[in-house]
């Protein structure tokens, strides 16, 4: 089915330091890219999305990275705490106008260690 | 609460029956869109609604059907069921039909015995 691919399906972090988590994607005709959280047995919940006239956009200890040349996207947490655990999706919007649908790719589990 | 609203939460049933899913989209939002999720996979998209039109199609079987109602509310039926569509059915609504001002629903989880 559609998706957009990750590089690695857990990441382990020690608390405190950095999470870095990685996306690639295929359709280079898609402009904007969204990061979601999804906790256990709860719907995604938006972090971060940032188009594609922008390489770099920064939240709340979350900055997100998108290379439109090789297609990359990454999202970096900053001094990752025990609620930052979950599974995270690197999404991509697709279609035009009022027919666009957000594509999943299939997660990244992160773990915390204390 | 993220405004959209999903319910049953839960649903347990049968092979070979036949179940609707309810969503309520955010206030003001007029898309719907459905995705299911699958034991620790991703979200796959099936269908999404626009002011009661059919706007887009993922991979949905042609066992699912679904609509969005003049209130936008939209529904999703899922026919002769097979234990593999166990899984979270997911809801999201957004304002416009675009990929901006996404929103998800809490989800039901489907279980077919």
């Known amino acids: 089915g559609e998706s957009v691919g990750l590089h690695l399906p857990t990441l382990s972090v020690q608390e405190g330091d950095n999470s870095i988590i990685n996306c690639a994607y295929s359709?280079?005709?898609?402009?904007?890219f969204i990061w979601y959280k999804q906790e256990s047995g709860k719907g995604p919940q938006f972090i971060i999305d940032?188009?594609?006239?922008?390489d770099k956009r920064q939240g709340q200890r979350v900055t997100v990275l998108l290379n439109k040349t090789v297609k990359h996207l990454s999202l970096q947490i900053a001094a990752t705490q025990p609620g930052d655990s979950a599974v995270y999706f690197c999404a991509e919007n697709r279609g035009y106008s009022s027919a666009s649908k957000i594509i999943f790719g299939s997660g990244t589990r992160l773990s915390i260690r204390p | 609460d993220s405004g959209v609203t999903q319910t049953p939460k839960h649903l347990i049933t049968a092979t070979g029956q036949r179940v609707t899913l309810r969503c309520s989209p955010r206030?003001?939002?007029?898309?719907v869109y459905w995705y299911q999720q699958s034991l620790d996979q991703g979200l796959q998209f099936l269908i999404q609604?626009?002011?009661?039109?059919?706007?887009a199609k993922g991979n949905i079987l042609e066992r699912f059907s679904a609509q969005q109602f003049p209130d936008l509310h939209s529904e999703l039926n899922l026919s002769s069921l097979e234990l593999g569509d166990s899984a979270l059915y997911f809801c999201?609504?957004?304002?416009?039909?675009?990929?901006?001002?996404?929103?998800f629903g809490s989800g039901t989880r489907l279980t077919v015995v």
């Open positions: 206030s003001g939002d007029l898309s």
């Open positions: 609604y626009y002011n009661g039109e059919e706007r």
């Open positions: 999201a609504s957004s304002p416009q039909g675009s990929g901006y001002g996404y929103t």
């Open positions: 940032i188009r594609s006239n922008m």
């Open positions: 359709n280079s005709a898609s402009d904007y």
